[in-house]
């Protein structure tokens, strides 16, 4: 038994060192597995799609419908694994490691407890969460609603893990894990919905499936003790308290996607009134695509956002400084390159998705809306995650929400009125827009400051309490 636990003790999956001085390969080391294997994610998400356009344009729609309903469920989980990566981060690079196996314990129990809640309001209140579907849509949706929901505290667990094993250094794994269940995932794809005959359900059965085949590894993973962080079931009542921190840090990221959610059903709505399932569905093809060029960034910033929590744990200003450059230069590199492509190849990737020329032309306008302004994303997403390691939840809440949330519903609440589906595309656009140039604007105040501090000797870190320094 030593000597197997010795073997799989390998390099390869052991964390990284969050401290080496070679800044630039480390980035890379974390960012690079982290961005591949939310790529996978994407490109999961978008096969998907494909297998379910094989079935029907309704069933497209149908997923759309249902896809906000679990944004808002997964936001909570996205909130408690950014929270908690980042306190585990801080702990770390403080050589608190107890702390941080406790810290890590506590969430992942917290997180499994509000998926099973989740799941449970859902079976009762399957009709009034589907309720902005039309009735031909409305059957399809909740039915696959009902099934997806037994995943929901899967989700969690796995939400929690991804995040706590970047947090530790160790994106590698992380990406190996998401690669192992996203791979199996479309392999079932089309063995459920066309082999067993199971349409759209298929897609949520072969979703449970290998979730599970992911929470096993992970569990292999922390059982043998190959990474840093120790989770355990010997957690006590009294460390609860820990969540009050992690739930500070974390909510700008479950208020963000709380807000991307619901801006997802009411551009839907906004749609489905101009075109029907053709304007939600050819919607739901450009957000799809979107997330595919969103996710590599985000995925980079995740490793990132593990140098910089435990940098500024340490005290460690001018590495701050650097490790946020770097990423500004890689993820601006990465959005840019997506989003001029996607604009100049627009109603092409929309034609991979589905063969409605209505769809695909109303997909192609969308895309492009969307798309031109991701240039800036790379930009937003440093400064989420230089004010989350900064524990500066206010300032990172007034980016996050600006996108999907304070700018983007009073342009749908005008626009469209006025200029109809027209409309809808300009507050997509402006929305982002405005965004991308807010970030420029308070990152440079961000640098600016970073650096003033870095000429000053090391010291205990305090939070910043201004939005842009």
């Known amino acids: 038994m030593n000597d197997m636990s010795g073997s799989l003790r390998k390099p390869s999956l052991a964390p990284e060192d969050l401290a080496s001085p070679q800044l630039f390969r480390l980035l890379l080391r974390l960012g690079l597995p982290a961005m591949f294997g939310l790529s996978i994610n994407a490109a999961h998400h978008t096969i998907n799609m494909v297998f379910v356009g094989m079935i029907g344009e309704d069933q497209i729609a149908a997923i759309m419908i249902v896809l906000p309903i679990l944004m808002l469920v997964a936001a909570f989980g996205e909130g408690i694994g950014v929270g908690v990566a980042t306190e585990v981060g801080r702990a770390l690079g403080a050589g608190k490691r107890s702390r941080a196996s406790t810290l890590a314990s506590v969430s992942l129990a917290a997180g499994v407890a509000f998926g099973a809640a989740s799941a449970v309001v859902i079976v009762v209140f399957p009709s009034f969460l589907v309720f902005g579907a039309t009735p031909a849509l409305e059957p399809l949706a909740q039915h696959y609603l009902l099934i997806i929901a037994v ?21 590698r794994f992380s990406m190996w894990t998401l690669v192992a269940c996203f791979a199996l995932n479309m392999i079932l794809d089309p063995i459920m919905i066309f082999g ?26 922390h059982a043998r003790r190959l990474g840093t962080i120790r989770p ?17 840090v974390g909510a700008p990221t479950t208020l963000t996607s709380l807000a991307t959610a619901g801006a997802i059903a009411a551009m839907l709505s906004v749609a489905g009134t101009f075109h029907g399932e053709d304007g939600i569905a050819g919607v739901g093809i450009a957000l799809r695509l979107l997330a595919v060029g969103a996710l590599p960034v985000i995925g980079i ?9 435990f ?13 946020t450059r770097i990423l500004t230069a890689v993820t601006s590199a990465v959005g840019g ?9 627009s109603e092409h990737l929309a034609s991979f998705l589905t063969d409605n020329a209505s769809v695909v032309s109303i997909a192609g306008q969308v895309i492009i809306a969307t798309h031109l302004p991701f240039l800036l994303f790379g930009v937003r997403q440093t400064l989420l995650v230089l004010f989350q390691a900064q524990g500066r939840p206010k300032a990172a809440l007034a ?39 807010l970030s420029c604007f308070c990152l440079a105040r961000s640098l600016g400051a970073l650096r003033q501090r870095a000429a000053e000797p090391l010291t205990a870190i305090r939070s910043h309490p201004r939005f842009c320094p």
């Open 151 to 171: 995943s929901i505290p899967l989700t969690m667990a796995q939400i929690i893990l991804d995040f706590l094993a970047i947090a530790e250094g160790n994106a």
């Open 196 to 221: 067993f005959g199971l349409g759209l359900q298929g897609v949520a059965i072969a979703t449970i499936l290998s979730q599970l085949v992911a929470l096993s590894i992970y569990g292999a993973y």
């Open 232 to 248: 355990t079931f010997g957690w006590r009542f009294g460390d609860l308290r820990h969540l009050k921190p992690i739930l500070a």
């Open 301 to 309: 910033s995740l490793g990132a956002q593990s140098i910089l929590s």
């Open 311 to 323: 940098a500024w744990g340490r005290g460690d200003i001018s590495r701050v400084l650097s490790a």
């Open 337 to 345: 390159v997506y989003g001029l492509t996607a604009v100049i190849f």
């Open 399 to 437: 980016v996050g929400l600006a996108q999907n949330g304070y700018l983007l519903f009073p342009l749908l609440a005008l626009l469209p009125p006025f200029f109809g589906f027209s409309g809808l595309l300009w507050a997509m656009f402006l929305a982002s827009a405005l965004t991308g140039l």
